[in-house]
């Protein structure tokens, strides 16, 4: 992701592990520093099982922790 320039916040090794915050609303920059981990999540993932090639798909609902870093960050989407 970081050579696309999208950097995982909480990534330690191509993300913004520790990110300045600077210019960042207080309250958004608290969020992102106290993030305790990588900002990865898969909603839903479709593999073929290895013995009969058959797709079988996992669901997983966005974590709350997510949630409220989307909820921190999307207000700074829509201001610029």
């Known amino acids: 992701m970081a050579a696309q320039h999208y950097p995982l916040v909480g990534d330690p090794l191509y993300g913004l592990a520790t990110p300045s915050g600077k210019g960042l609303p207080?309250?958004?920059?608290?969020?992102l520093l106290a993030f305790p981990r990588q900002a990865l999540h898969a909603t839903a993932l479709t593999l073929s099982h290895?013995?009969?090639?058959d797709e079988i798909t996992?669901?997983?609902?966005l974590p709350a922790d997510m949630q409220t870093l989307l909820a921190a960050l999307r207000p700074l989407q829509s201001a610029t």
């Open 50 to 53: 290895p013995a009969d090639d």
């Open 26 to 31: 207080p309250e958004v920059r608290q969020t």
């Open 58 to 61: 996992f669901a997983s609902p």
